[in-house]
């Protein structure tokens, strides 16, 4: 069985100072890891995905995730938070359960920016 | 924006009624997957819909049902609601078939309210 374990309930940083959160997972095989970001009052925005490809992976609005196999980690990193990044954000993966994909959410990272 | 659309935006009903909710997927993609986000927890897989069948569902009960229509979109369909059904309703589209991607993009759901 799949799983996502989001480390930090609650992360505040100060405007332009760096964002870490942190995501470990399970999975049975090899699988495909994603962030998604909610703001408030509003559905899920995919950030970046990873899929065997590279290790390293970039996304959109400056975010990147590395993939470490050895710690099963998929932590979500940016170097300069900006305002407009207070959100939720959900590390995600994916796994095949008969025909279907199905997407295991960790619990959330409410991340704060403070001016 | 994803291309993906639900309706209705709200719903308020009472215990016991039924529910329908609507999602329309995002051009070119065949396979819909419903999620049930309570308020604070990440979403939780109900099921998913490819080529008009239900090919994979999560532990929800028999009242919750769905369908899927030749054009792809897709309803949901909740019987005898409870309270802790009180919920926002998500949907995702994605490209599934041997050369598919296990890459969801969401909708921005819908707030249903049992009172």
């Known amino acids: 069985a799949q799983s996502v374990t989001q480390l930090d309930s609650h992360v505040s940083v100060s405007e332009g100072t760096p964002v870490l959160l942190r995501c470990n997972y399970s999975?049975?095989?090899?699988?495909?890891l994603f962030w998604y970001v909610q703001h408030p009052n509003k559905g899920l925005q995919l950030l970046l995905k990873?899929?065997?490809?590279?290790?390293l992976v970039k996304g959109i609005n400056g975010f990147e995730a590395e993939f470490k196999k050895s710690e099963t980690s998929f932590h979500l990193t940016k170097p300069s938070a900006h305002m407009s990044d207070a959100a939720e954000y959900f590390c995600?993966?994916?796994?095949?359960?008969?025909?279907?994909?199905?997407?295991?959410f960790g619990s959330g990272t409410q991340l704060t920016v403070l001016p | 924006e994803t291309g993906v659309t639900q309706s209705p935006t709200h719903l308020i009903k009472t215990r016991g009624q039924q529910v329908t909710l609507r999602c329309s997927s995002q051009?070119?993609?065949?396979?819909v997957s419903w999620y049930q986000q309570a308020l604070g927890q990440g979403p939780q897989f109900i099921f998913q819909?490819?080529?008009?069948?239900?090919?994979g569902r999560g532990n929800f009960p028999p009242r919750f049902s769905g369908l899927q229509f030749p054009n792809y979109s897709s309803e949901l369909n909740v019987n005898a609601l409870e309270l802790d059904d009180s919920a926002l309703y998500l949907c995702?589209?994605?490209?599934?078939?041997?050369?598919?991607?296990?890459?969801?993009?969401f909708g921005p759901g819908t707030r249903l309210t049992v009172l």
């Open positions: 995600v993966v994916s796994d095949r359960f008969g025909s279907a994909r199905q997407l295991t």
């Open positions: 990873y899929t065997s490809a590279a290790t």
């Open positions: 999975s049975s095989y090899s699988p495909s």
């Open positions: 995702a589209s994605s490209a599934a078939g041997a050369f598919g991607t296990d890459t969801q993009y």
């Open positions: 051009s070119g993609h065949n396979t």
């Open positions: 819909y490819y080529r008009e069948e239900e090919n």
